[in-house]
């Protein structure tokens, strides 16, 4: 008999396959619609799997997912890469006080820099360092590695379909649900 790859693994003997899942959750609620199921349900354990190597390949680089969202969000702000401490937990969906508790951490660890805004001595700018950049260009570097080999069996075409059925899914998600972006408790 083949081996079930969703049975197999450190998850094997604590949760079922999804059509072992599909079929009890049917057993109990029999207004289930099981193709429904079974995307949202595959959706979910993707992502979690996902995010779980995601965090083995930050732990690897010395940094945490806490810290790659700051980092991140400091490149995608643009050159030369700055922000102040509340746009950066405003982005984040993170309180002031996490927020900083995070940069300190962060700042201790050389990532990011912070210091007093020249023009206003009040504000507070916090800056990527070269430390910063370089954990986050290694990290895109074995992320986009990671994403290839899981797409790998996809065709181009079919990489189209799946990106764009997904942007329609996620666009629903943030019209019904617009505050679902944020967090709804700090991570750190």
Known sequence: MPENPERSGPQALQEPSLDEQIAAYQREFRDLDPQVEKVVSALGRLNRRMNVAYGRQLADLGISNAEWEVLKTLVLSGEPYRLGPGEL????????????????????????????????????????????????????RMATAFEEDLLQDLTAEEKGVLGDVLIRLLRRVEHTQPD??????DLD
């Open 89 to 140: 937990a405003k982005r984040l969906g993170l309180t002031p006080a996490a927020m900083t508790h995070r940069i300190d951490r962060m700042a201790g660890e050389g990532l990011v820099t912070r210091d007093r805004d020249e023009n206003n001595r009040v504000r507070v700018i916090v800056e990527l360092t070269d430390e910063g950049r370089t954990k986050w260009l290694e990290a895109m």
């Open 180 to 185: 679902a972006g944020g967090r709804l408790t």
